[in-house]
């Protein structure tokens, strides 16, 4: 086995973030897919989605240059019926994780589990149902529940919880991360609204506000450098005021922000696939698809190649900072490259 490959900025490429369909039981109102846009067609399968073949075929390949992380997404990868399947022939080295809306999980957690899944990503934006049916056009929310609570069950810890922080879910906020300090087995990921995907930048707030809430009833603060993320730590409302606060007595809230931070780009390790078997270098551009053409394990691994070695950060690099402060394009990167059609 090869080393990771890197791009020219020194970044290793370590794990790759796998779409298995643009197909999706919920319509959330912040959807980005991937940063694809909204491409979501009909709940039948469609012939574009790349095979159970494809996927274990790029997976043997990528682990061949030291790719040692896989996340599994969508749409919603659990419509995929042959999910288990994929997941069972995934490279027994790689750690396998997926992010899902939960709605399928009851029933099927443990099934996952056996067949290799380390760990799960559910997309839960608030703690009211009202609130969950208005961003999710979806009557799903205590099948959600209780997938979370099947998923904390099958061992498929810690389960995170994915919010996304923007207006319609920002009154939440408190609720979640109570919710999270007090169930044990459950993290919180706050995400940072990224309208420059989504649109409507009026809903967006000011994540900082949310971190200096967090500061200021946390129990214990980390910063991971490399992300340039923080973690706080929330009491439970059964821990002592003088306990050392961990997963037995409180939760972990992390925040997610990588609008317009150069760190958290400098510091991707990720290639993402579409359902479509294009790979993608960076989630907010759409001009660096690539096709892998009939996935023979050398178009992968010329493709995967060619991929890495044209990797750019793309704030700090991509966009730059004009004499105004402001993010606008940098002309060296403007390229046409093969697109999907």
Same mark, same amino acid.
């Given at each position: 086995?090869?080393?990771?490959?890197?791009?020219?900025?020194?970044?290793?490429?370590?794990?790759?973030?796998?779409?298995?369909?643009?197909?999706?039981?919920?319509?959330?109102?912040?959807?980005?897919?991937?940063?694809?846009?909204?491409?979501?067609?009909?709940?039948?399968?469609?012939?574009?989605?790349?095979?159970?073949?494809?996927?274990?075929?790029?997976?043997?390949?990528? =682990?061949?240059?030291?790719? %040692?992380? #896989?996340?599994?997404?969508?749409?919603?990868?659990? /419509? !995929?019926?042959? +999910?288990? *399947?994929?997941?069972?022939?995934?490279?027994?080295?790689?750690?396998?994780?997926?992010?899902?809306?939960?709605?399928?999980?009851?029933?099927?957690?443990?099934?996952?589990?056996?067949?290799?899944?380390?760990?799960?990503?559910?997309?839960?934006?608030?703690?009211?149902?009202?609130?969950?049916?208005?961003?999710?056009?979806?009557?799903?929310?205590?099948?959600?529940?209780?997938?979370?609570?099947?998923?904390?069950?099958?061992?498929?810890?810690?389960?995170?919880?994915?919010?996304?922080?923007?207006?319609?879910? =920002?009154?939440?906020?408190? %609720?979640? #991360?109570?919710?999270?300090?007090?169930?044990?087995? /459950? !993290?919180?990921? +706050?995400? *940072?609204?990224?309208?420059?995907?989504?649109?409507?930048?009026?809903?967006?707030?000011?994540?900082?506000?949310?971190?200096?809430?967090?500061?200021?009833?946390?129990?214990?603060?980390?910063?991971?450098?490399?992300?340039?993320?923080?973690?706080?730590?929330?009491?439970?409302?059964?821990?002592?005021?003088?306990?050392?606060?961990?997963?037995?007595?409180?939760?972990?809230?992390?925040?997610?922000?990588?609008?317009?931070?150069?760190?958290?780009?400098?510091?991707?390790?990720?290639?993402?696939?579409?359902?479509?078997?294009?790979?993608?270098?960076?989630?907010?551009?759409?001009?660096?698809?690539?096709?892998?053409?009939?996935?023979?394990?050398? *178009?992968?691994?010329?493709?995967?190649?060619?991929?890495?070695?044209?990797?750019?950060?793309?704030?700090?690099?991509?966009?730059?900072?004009?004499?105004?402060?402001?993010?606008?394009?940098?002309?060296?990167?403007?390229?046409?490259?093969?697109?999907?059609?």
């Amino acid at each position: 086995m090869d080393g990771p490959l890197e791009d020219e900025f020194g970044r290793e490429v370590t794990g790759v973030r796998v779409s298995l369909t643009d197909r999706c039981n919920f319509d959330c109102v912040y959807c980005h897919n991937e940063g694809l846009g909204d491409t979501r067609g009909p709940m039948e399968p469609d012939d574009n989605e790349m095979t159970a073949d494809d996927v274990v075929r790029f997976l043997e390949v990528v =682990a061949e240059f030291g790719v %040692g992380k #896989v996340k599994f997404t969508g749409g919603e990868p659990m /419509l !995929r019926q042959d +999910l288990e *399947e994929i997941i069972r022939r995934t490279p027994e080295a790689m750690e396998v994780s997926m992010t899902t809306n939960g709605t399928f999980l009851p029933g099927r957690a443990e099934a996952l589990k056996d067949a290799g899944l380390d760990r799960v990503n559910v997309s839960q934006d608030a703690i009211d149902p009202d609130a969950f049916a208005e961003i999710t056009k979806s009557g799903a929310y205590e099948q959600v529940l209780e997938g979370v609570e099947a998923a904390v069950d099958a061992g498929l810890t810690p389960v995170k919880l994915n919010m996304v922080v923007f207006k319609h879910t =920002a009154g939440y906020v408190e %609720g979640m #991360v109570e919710h999270a300090a007090n169930n044990d087995g /459950l !993290r919180l990921q +706050l995400i *940072e609204y990224m309208p420059e995907l989504t649109g409507n930048p009026e809903w967006n707030i000011d994540i900082q506000r949310v971190h200096d809430w967090l500061a200021n009833i946390s129990a214990r603060i980390e910063h991971r450098e490399m992300h340039d993320r923080t973690r706080y730590w929330i009491a439970g409302d059964d821990a002592a005021a003088d306990e050392q606060i961990d997963e037995s007595n409180g939760g972990m809230v992390e925040i997610v922000d990588p609008v317009e931070n150069p760190t958290f780009c400098a510091n991707c390790h990720r290639v993402r696939v579409t359902h479509e078997g294009y790979l993608k270098g960076c989630l907010n551009r759409n001009d660096d698809l690539r096709s892998m053409g009939e996935m023979s394990r050398e *178009e992968i691994r010329e493709t995967f190649r060619e991929t890495v070695a044209n990797r750019v950060p793309y704030y700090g690099e991509y966009m730059v900072r004009n004499e105004d402060g402001e993010w606008v394009v940098n002309d060296d990167y403007l390229s046409s490259p093969p697109t999907a059609d």
